[in-house]
């Protein structure tokens, strides 16, 4: 497979370690979403997914801002031919399908978070499996200060992140989780300087991209499920899981590795 | 078992139990006439050969059907359709007599959702997605849709799916009662296998006669359904197997079959 025709507000870089690097590229609107944005990163994601050379994802903005969330200039498919604007399909329609792709990727996604994350632009980070981010970086659901709700999964996800109390206070307070409060509480892997976020970031993805790609998949797997089903219905569902994992060639390296007490090497299936 | 050379369905056969693999992926497994005809025909072998004692049916990993041919029907008459009425061939699979295990990974829609519904049992990757879309085309479902997914998931649900023709998932579909069970993906085929086999090792005159009496549930009153049961029951005093199995019983120890 080769890159799909993207818009230039969304560059892709796939590397030979088989880390695809997807920067948002709306630098003068702090790379908020438009329709064609949006559109344009579920499509990256899809590529990302479907790719077998693609063994892990970087998530990142260009220039100083991260994703500072819904462009609130564009407000395209929201606005129906009533007067009504229609938020839920601006949602359903735009926001929902790359949350839900970020996770169902059974591949690693990092997010190097390089300065402001808000609204959406939060969340895609929080939907992500790891996170880095710059001193200055803030995550700021300020949906509140607008009555409306945190959207694109962050009532969901920031909990789990950081604890049910800590979420609903930056959700009905609208103030910001600045990079060491994110750090302290979960939220953010490292924090790392702006100059060297990037090298870092990349360094890492390489590193996941060298792992056995397919259990990390069913890791993933194995988080979501467990958040919706009892011990005892997960414990079932991880011997499927397991038994997958134990038929991949990866496992075979590994296993041979360690009993020559050398480091593997993993082709990811 | 039946030599024939197919085109379009790969036959295998573990154990005792013949697997029958939708074989057509450049098409989505699309259930053209002739795939149907060599399907039914390798179905029918197997309901025939008395080394097997359960069927499995798959597709492939991502489409198990995707429907029928509509390139085929599109400019056809009333009389055209009738006249051919290629569903008819659909008929036969009612009429086996060995069960049938699906195991479904990804589409099943239309004509795939039908043929998963006329087999005894379903297992379905977590990947699967069902559907009617039918009247999405301008069409309703022809090859059993509306009657099976009714009886399957009741009145409501069934009324809902046929008139928007949306796709569901699995787990809706679990939940609904239309399969029998979700796996991840990659065991899907295992899991189907574990099923079948399983029947397989049953007696086979009982099973035979257990899968008629619970397909009779859905044709016949309460009252005409327990009497037909009792009579299957009374029926199988005649078999072997019905002699060792209670014998077995008593004496503490595994039955073996003969399957007669």
């Not at chain 1, 569902?237 to 009993?259: C, H, K, M, N, P």
């Not at chain 2, 061939?89 to 007599?97: E, M, N, P, S, T």
Request: proline share 4%; glycine share 8%.
């Amino acid at each position: 497979m080769s890159l799909p025709k993207l818009p230039d507000c969304l560059l892709a870089e796939l590397n030979e370690s088989g880390v695809l690097t997807l920067t948002l590229n709306r630098p003068d609107a702090l790379n908020a979403f438009d329709d064609e944005l949006s559109f344009a990163l579920h499509e990256g994601l899809k590529f990302a997914e479907k790719d077998k050379a693609v063994r892990a994802i970087l998530l990142t903005g260009a220039g100083r801002g991260f994703c500072a969330g819904q462009d609130l200039k564009s407000r395209s498919i929201q606005a129906g031919s009533d007067a009504q604007v229609h938020l839920g399909e601006s949602i359903r329609k735009r926001y929902a399908p790359i949350i839900n792709k970020l996770s169902a990727i059974e591949k690693p996604v990092l997010a190097a978070v390089n300065g402001v994350a808000a609204g959406a632009g939060a969340s895609i980070a929080f939907a992500c499996d790891i996170r880095l981010c710059v001193p200055e970086a803030k995550f700021i659901q300020a949906f509140v200060k607008v009555g409306l709700i945190p959207d694109s999964g962050a009532c969901w996800l920031l909990p789990r992140l950081i604890g049910y109390g800590r979420a609903m206070v930056l959700a009905m307070s609208g103030d910001p989780m600045t990079a060491e409060q994110a750090f302290a509480w979960g939220a953010v892997n490292k924090i790392v300087e702006a100059d060297s976020l990037q090298s870092e970031a990349q360094a890492l993805a390489v590193q996941l991209a060298n792992g056995p790609t397919k259990a990390l998949g069913l890791m993933k797997r194995a988080f979501q499920y467990g958040t919706a089903v009892s011990l005892e219905s997960f414990l079932n569902y991880e011997a499927d899981l397991q038994e997958i994992a134990g038929r991949t060639s990866d496992y075979q390296a590994g296993v041979q590795a360690f009993s020559e007490k050398r480091a593997p090497v993993f082709s990811g299936k | 078992m039946s030599k024939t050379i197919y085109q379009f369905i790969l036959v295998t056969q573990q154990e005792r139990v013949g697997i029958l693999q939708l074989n057509r992926p450049d098409a989505l497994n699309a259930l053209s006439p002739e795939l149907m005809e060599e399907l039914v025909e390798a179905l029918e072998a197997f309901d025939q050969d008395p080394d097997i004692g359960a069927i499995l049916l798959t597709g492939g990993e991502k489409v198990f059907a995707a429907g029928a041919d509509i390139k085929k029907m599109a400019e056809a008459s009333a009389i055209d359709m009738l006249l051919i009425d290629q569903l008819a061939r659909w008929d036969r699979i009612r009429k086996l007599h060995k069960p049938v295990v699906a195991a479904i990974n990804g589409y099943a829609l239309g004509g795939g959702c039908e043929l998963a519904m006329m087999c005894d049992c379903i297992i379905a990757g977590e990947n699967a997605k069902f559907g009617q879309p039918e009247i999405g085309i301008g069409v309703i479902p022809g090859a059993g849709g509306t009657q099976r997914l009714t009886r399957a998931v009741g009145k409501a649900k069934a009324m809902e799916l046929i008139l928007t023709g949306r796709q569901f998932g699995a787990s809706e579909a679990l939940e609904m009662g239309l399969i029998n069970k979700i796996t991840p993906p990659e065991l899907t085929i295992e899991t189907a296998m574990q099923l079948a086999a399983e029947i397989a090792s049953k007696p086979s005159i009982a099973v035979r006669l257990g899968k008629e009496a619970v397909l009779k549930a859905f044709d016949t009153t309460m009252e005409g359904g327990l009497d037909y049961e009792r009579k299957l029951f009374y029926l199988l005093f005649s078999s072997l197997d019905q002699k060792e199995g209670m014998a077995a019983f008593m004496e503490k120890r595994k039955p073996v079959w003969q399957n007669a």
